[in-house]
């Protein structure tokens, strides 16, 4: 029991909420599972690349969370909050866990890519185009957090989180075509290609996809008990602050009525 | 904005005619910088040629970061950030004249790293006007993004070390377009993609100042 909670309680979660929370993790738990299973029993195993083939329901789909979902919820939501009429601390906070969870998923493209890179390119790390900017993203992302963890006001740090936030998103195409054009090794987009015809069949297509709603899921799951766990630590923090100003008054109290008196 | 730009621009340029930093400091700090990347390459003098035009922008990079910090750091003291924003100058104006004063700045100090460049590495230039102009456009991309990053982290106390790791990454397609276009300038004659990178530079350029015209006065209220 922190002392704050009799000062004020924490912000309430509604019921409704917190049953997504419970029925949206446990469908992500379960859909994992079934990826697992299918990707490791159930599907063939490539008649180039052997086992190592599993390795698609996993990577494509962790990438697609960290560079596309998260990246691309943080950068909207921080226009969101800069932009005034939609301004609220809901949008930073949202930002912010979006970031968070999308480090976590961007560091595992990163590691996932290596383990499928040293079997077939023979290398750990390639400069190739695709790595080089998940890594030049995964940067700026550090960036981001390394920012929000200096103390200030939660507004102001919103704002400067969201510019911060800005300014790498306008920065993500130009890093991506700059590294195009300088080098590339990486295969082209098996599912998400131009005419969106996945260019592989059978029970390995639908564990592809199964392997990419699980992550999805893993992700909203991850992203909403971030979000709570924002929300709290802002009423944490405001609660200290509470209670350190009533301390200093209770010190004061005293002397104010031997004045009185 | 223009002429607010300008006055801007003055201010700053003639503190550091007065003060000297960036000649005194910044300038052979760069040099310095050239002077360890060839220590690190050994004294393979076909190496560092080959090397030149990534060890050059890479310099360049690290004198911006110094650049933007004392450009931050002359408005930390007395006031002079509020002073400024009280002036009623517009804002767009302010970030102008920043951002050229650093641009200033580094293009003189390119043109003695090119100096070193040349005389340290033995590189040969065999396209001048691919140089300058890749210079150019490099240098107003730098000045915008750096003098943005100033203006977010001038009020942190851990402005020292967070600068440089935002801005950075931010500045990787010039370093990458930079060096591709220079690459082409030493070895002569222009490659099928230099013109192609010396757009990437110039939209970056054009993406960043606007930007920075629009958001330069909230981005100095949240500071």
Same mark, same amino acid.
Not at chain 1, 86 to 101: I, K, P, Q, S
Not at chain 1, 163 to 171: N, Y
Not at chain 2, 61 to 72: E, H, K, P
């Given at each position: 029991?922190?002392? /704050? $909670?009799?000062?004020?309680? %924490?912000?309430? $979660?509604?019921?409704?909420?917190?049953?997504?929370?419970?029925?949206?993790?446990?469908?992500?738990?379960?859909?994992?599972?079934?990826?697992?299973?299918?990707?490791?029993?159930?599907?063939? %195993?490539?008649?180039? $690349?052997? /086992?190592?083939?599993?390795?698609?329901?996993?990577? %494509?789909?962790?990438?697609?969370?960290?560079?596309?979902?998260?990246?691309?919820?943080?950068?909207?939501?921080?226009?969101?909050?800069?932009?005034?009429?939609?301004?609220?601390?809901?949008? #930073?906070?949202?930002?912010?866990?979006?970031?968070?969870?999308?480090?976590?998923? /961007?560091?595992?493209?990163?590691?996932?890519?290596?383990?499928?890179?040293? %079997?077939?390119?023979?290398?750990?790390?390639?400069?190739?185009?695709?790595?080089?900017?998940?890594?030049?993203?995964?940067?700026?992302?550090?960036?981001?957090?390394?920012?929000?963890?200096?103390?200030?006001?939660?507004e102001v740090r919103?704002?400067?989180?969201?510019?911060?936030?800005?300014?790498?998103?306008?920065?993500?195409?130009?890093?991506?075509?700059?590294?195009?054009?300088?080098?590339?090794?990486? $295969?082209?987009?098996?599912?998400? /290609?131009? #005419?969106?015809?996945?260019?592989?069949?059978?029970?390995?297509?639908?564990?592809?996809?199964?392997?990419?709603?699980?992550?999805?899921?893993?992700?909203?799951?991850?992203?909403?008990?971030?979000?709570?766990?924002?929300?709290?630590?802002?009423?944490?923090?405001?609660?200290?602050?509470?209670?350190?100003?009533?301390?200093?008054?209770?010190?004061?109290?005293?002397? #104010?009525?031997?004045?009185?008196? | 904005?223009?002429?607010?730009?300008?006055?801007? =621009?003055?201010?700053?340029?003639?503190?550091?005619?007065?003060?000297?930093?960036?000649?005194?400091? @910044?300038?052979?700090?760069?040099?310095?910088?050239? @002077?360890?990347?060839?220590?690190?390459?050994?004294?393979?003098?076909?190496?560092?040629?080959?090397?030149?035009?990534?060890?050059?922008?890479?310099?360049?990079?690290?004198?911006?970061?110094?650049?933007?910090?004392?450009?931050?750091?002359?408005?930390?003291?007395?006031?002079?950030?509020?002073?400024?924003?009280?002036?009623?100058?517009?804002?767009?104006?302010?970030?102008?004249?920043?951002?050229?004063?650093?641009?200033?700045?580094?293009? @003189?100090?390119?043109?003695?790293?090119?100096?070193?460049?040349?005389?340290?590495?033995? =590189?040969? @230039?065999?396209?001048?006007?691919?140089?300058?102009?890749?210079?150019?456009l490099g240098t107003?991309?730098?000045?915008?993004?750096?003098?943005?990053?100033?203006?977010?982290?001038?009020?942190?106390?851990?402005?020292?070390?967070?600068?440089?790791?935002?801005f950075l990454p931010?500045?990787?397609?010039?370093?990458?377009?930079?060096?591709?276009?220079?690459?082409?300038?030493?070895?002569?004659?222009?490659?099928?993609?230099?013109?192609?990178?010396?757009?990437?530079?110039?939209?970056?350029? =054009?993406?960043?100042?606007?930007?920075?015209?629009?958001?330069?006065?909230?981005?100095?209220?949240?500071?």
């Amino acid at each position: 029991m922190s002392p /704050n $909670q009799s000062v004020h309680p %924490p912000p309430a $979660q509604s019921a409704r909420v917190r049953t997504a929370v419970r029925v949206i993790g446990i469908t992500a738990a379960v859909a994992t599972a079934c990826t697992v299973w299918l990707g490791l029993w159930v599907t063939p %195993p490539d008649v180039t $690349q052997g /086992n190592l083939v599993r390795l698609v329901y996993i990577h %494509p789909g962790v990438a697609w969370v960290a560079l596309y979902l998260a990246f691309g919820l943080a950068a909207v939501a921080s226009l969101l909050y800069l932009w005034p009429r939609t301004r609220g601390l809901f949008w #930073d906070r949202l930002a912010a866990a979006a970031v968070e969870v999308g480090v976590v998923f /961007n560091v595992c493209t990163l590691i996932s890519g290596s383990i499928w890179g040293k %079997p077939t390119w023979g290398v750990w790390w390639a400069w190739d185009a695709r790595l080089t900017s998940t890594a030049v993203l995964l940067v700026l992302f550090l960036g981001y957090l390394a920012l929000r963890r200096v103390p200030a006001e939660p507004e102001v740090r919103a704002k400067r989180c969201a510019f911060v936030a800005l300014f790498a998103a306008v920065d993500i195409p130009i890093v991506h075509f700059s590294v195009l054009w300088w080098k590339t090794l990486h $295969q082209g987009a098996t599912v998400l /290609n131009p #005419d969106l015809s996945p260019t592989i069949h059978g029970s390995m297509a639908w564990t592809l996809l199964l392997g990419f709603v699980a992550l999805t899921l893993v992700f909203v799951w991850m992203l909403l008990v971030r979000y709570r766990i924002g929300v709290l630590e802002d009423w944490l923090g405001t609660g200290e602050l509470d209670v350190a100003l009533r301390e200093r008054q209770a010190e004061g109290a005293p002397l #104010d009525e031997d004045q009185a008196a | 904005m223009w002429r607010d730009a300008a006055l801007v =621009a003055g201010k700053d340029l003639r503190i550091e005619a007065r003060s000297r930093v960036a000649l005194s400091q @910044v300038a052979p700090f760069g040099i310095l910088a050239l @002077v360890m990347f060839a220590f690190a390459l050994g004294p393979d003098r076909s190496l560092m040629a080959k090397g030149a035009p990534g060890l050059f922008w890479v310099a360049v990079l690290f004198c911006t970061v110094l650049a933007v910090q004392r450009s931050v750091s002359v408005e930390s003291v007395d006031g002079a950030r509020d002073g400024l924003r009280l002036s009623g100058l517009d804002p767009a104006g302010l970030f102008l004249g920043k951002a050229a004063a650093i641009a200033a700045q580094l293009l @003189v100090l390119e043109a003695v790293l090119c100096v070193g460049v040349v005389l340290l590495y033995g =590189a040969r @230039v065999e396209v001048p006007w691919l140089l300058a102009v890749s210079c150019l456009l490099g240098t107003i991309g730098l000045a915008a993004t750096g003098t943005l990053y100033g203006a977010l982290s001038a009020g942190l106390r851990v402005k020292e070390t967070l600068l440089p790791f935002l801005f950075l990454p931010i500045a990787a397609p010039v370093l990458l377009a930079g060096t591709r276009v220079w690459q082409s300038a030493l070895a002569g004659g222009i490659p099928a993609d230099g013109s192609q990178w010396l757009r990437l530079l110039a939209v970056f350029d =054009a993406v960043y100042l606007a930007l920075g015209v629009v958001v330069f006065g909230p981005i100095q209220e949240s500071a």
